[in-house]
C-alpha cells in the first residue's frame, strides 16, 4: 500500500537582501559573535531581569546599534551566533557581505568548507576582522587555512603544540591603547586620549606586510591590519564589544564611529554584485535499502547525562516524558559517591544510583571523580594522580575493585551490572602530566582486566587538542575506551576530530579503544540547538567504534547562565515549553525523533538536480529485527530561510523529498507511523498506516521547511 503525505510548513522570508542596480549600496556586515548572549531568549529572559544590564544588546548587536548611531544608514548588519558560523560559513553565504566581523570563532571546530572560502572571500575583495575575545579560541590558528589569510600569527598552534605552557598573552593588566599608525583611515579622527582600558591583550605575532595600527601600554600589537589579494583583514588582541574583554571599551564615546572606520576601510574593495532569487522548492529522491546494512547503531548514542538531574528519583510528568525517548539499552554517567572509614566502605550512594539507573533500562558508567580531590587518601604519601606511586595505585586499585565487587560480586555470583568505569572527571591532562596519569589508568586497567572480566576502563574527558595523543601514547595499550567532552564543538568536526584519534591509536596498534562522549553540548537554544543536535547525531550514528554520547543534561541546569537539559524547570527560554517537567523542545525533539533509531544501519542512497541542496538534506535509517526507521532533516539552512544557488538565481526554501523503502518481505502486514519534530515541538502525524504481508517496498513523499526532520517507522 502506498500513501502519499505532505508535511507543509510556512515558507520563511526571502534569503538576502539584494539591491537594484544603480542605488547607493550599503555596508553590508555579518558579525560572528557569541552563543547563548547574542540570542533573544537570552537577551530577552535573563538581561532584561531586574539587576540586570538596561540594555538588551550584546556583542554584534550591540557593534551594529553603536555604528548605526554613529554612521546613520550606512551599514546593514546581520548577527549570528557561533555555532551558525562554525557550521555554515561557506562561499554561498559569504557572497551577501563586504565585511564579517569574527568575535567568538572557535579555532578547532572549524571545516574545511569554512576555510576556503573565507581565504576565497578575501581575496577576492571581502573584509574580515578577528577580535581575540573572551571566547577566542584563537592559539589554534597558527598554520592553519584561516590563520593564512590574517594580519599576524598567535605564538603557537593548539592542535599539536603546548599551547597551555605557551605565552598567550602580551598583557594581563588593564591597558589604554596607544596609536601606532595615526594617519590610518580605520583609527585616525578619533578620540583617543578618552579611550576606556582593554581588560586584557592576546600576544600576536604581526607578518611582513601587516601594519600595526595600536598597541598596548608594553608595546605589544594590539590591532595589526594588511591587504591580502583584493581584500583586507585586521586581528585584534583584546578589542571587541561589551563582551568580558573590552566591557569598558564598549562604552568609549567613539566606540562607534570606530567600527564604522573599521568596517568602511575593510569593505572598501568589496566586489559584492546585486542579485536576486525566485523562491523554489527543491526536489530530492531519497531510496533505503534495508537489505543492506553497514555498521550497528548502540542505543547508547542517545543517551542523556544526570539521570537524577530532573529529580531523585524520576518520577511523574518527568519520568513519563523522558521514557518517551526511548532511553532503555543507553548509558548512564554517575559519581561513585562512595566513603571509606577505617577500611569499612559504605556503598549506600551507590545502590541508590545503581537501582535507578536500573529501574530506566539504563547501563552504568560509574565515574571515580574523587580521585581528582588532591586530599583523596591515595595522595597521602605526597604523590599526585599524574605523578603517582606504587602504594597510590594500589590504594586507587583497592577502592575501584571494592566498587565493582560490590556491584558485580565475585566467583560463581559475578555479574557484569557495572561494565564500565572511568577515572577522574577532566583531569588537566598535557605533555606534562600524560605520562604520569598514564602509569595510573594503566595499572587500574591490569587489576581490573585480571578481576573483574568484561569491565571497560575509560579515562580522559579533559581538553582534547592537543593533549589526547599523548595520552594515548602513554596508555593506548592498556585502556578499553577514551571519554570525550567537545563542548562547543560542531557535531560535524567531533567525529572527524575522533577519526583522527581513532588512527592515530591504530598505528600504535591500540586497536582495541572505543570513545564515550560522557558530556557534550553547545551553548545555544531553540532552533539552532535543534539543528546542532541533529547534525551531530546524522554524523555519530556512523562510527563503528562509538560505543555511546550522553548528552548534557535532563533536567534545566544553568551555570550560571549557560542553558542545559531536555526537561524544562521554569527558568529561561520558555518559548514552546509548557509545564515543569515537561520538555523543552529544541534538544529534546532532536532525540524524540531519533527514539526508534538502533540495531543497523540501512544503505542510503540520495540526489537531486538542485546538487547544492543536497549537503542540507539528511538521511539514514536502521534496523533492528522487524522494526525498520528512516530518519530524513532539512537543516537550519543559512537562518532558516533556505539554500541559495546564485549561479541559477533560486534560492531553495523548501525541499520536496520522494522517498522508497526497500525490505525483505513478512508473513503479516505491517504498520507504519510518521513523526515530526522542528525544534518547537514534535507530533505523530500519521500511524497505523497498513503495509501489506508480503510487500517488499513503500513510497511517499515529504514537502519540508528548513529546520524539520521527519522518522518513518515501520513494525
Known sequence: MNTRLILTVAATAAY??????????????????GDWKSQEWYQDEWMAKPGQPSHKLYRGRYIAAAVEKAAPGKFEFTDITNYAGQEYLDANYLAQFDVVLMGDIMGWSLNPRFYEAVEAYVKNGGGLIYCASYKWSCALMRDTAFGAVLPADFPVDGTTGDWKSAQLTADNDPFTPKVAATG???IKGLDWASVPKIARNMRMLPKEGSTVLLKSASDAPALVAWELGKGRTMMTGGIFANDEMSEDFGSWKDFGKFYAQVFSWLGANSERKPFSLRAAAADVSLEVDFNKTLNSVSPGIFSVHGHDSAGFPISGKAYDTFMALNPRGGLARFDAGYSVKDGVYDFTGVDKHLNEIRRLGLRPIVLFSGLNNGNHRAWADGSKWHDPSAKAIEIVCGEVGAVLKHANGSGD????????????????VNYKTAPGFGRLVNGVADYVHSNFPGVKVGAFGAYEVPYLKPFIDACGAKIDWISRHPYGWTGERVFQVQDEFQAYAAEKGYNQIEFIVTEWDFWIQGRQKFDYMMKRYFEAVKRDKLIGTLHYRLGMYN?????????WGGWGQNRGAGEPNTPMHDAYDALWVFRDFRGERAHVSKNSEAAAVLPHVMA???????????????????????????????????????????????????????SQATGEGFSVVKKDIVVAAGATSYENAFELAPATAVSVTME
Open 559 to 567: 551555570e550560571p547562565i549557560y542553558l542545559f537539559g531536555l526537561i
Open 620 to 674: 539514514d535509517a536502521t534496523r533492528s529485527g522487524e522494526k525498520l526507521n528512516t530518519v530524513v532533516y532539512f537543516d537550519w539552512a543559512y537562518g532558516l530561510v533556505g539554500i541559495p544557488d546564485t549561479a541559477a538565481g533560486v534560492n531553495y526554501n523548501k525541499v520536496k523529498v520522494d522517498i522508497k523503502l526497500s525490505f525483505p518481505a513478512a508473513g503479516r502486514d505491517r504498520k507504519l507511523s510518521i
Open 184 to 186: 590610518h583611515p580605520a
Open 16 to 33: 538576502m537582501t539584494t539591491w537594484a542596480a544603480g542605488e547607493p549600496k550599503p555596508i553590508k556586515v555579518l558579525t560572528v559573535t
Open 413 to 428: 555470583g559475578y555479574k557484569k551490572n557495572v561494565e564500565y568505569i572511568e577515572l577522574m572527571n577532566e583531569p588537566d
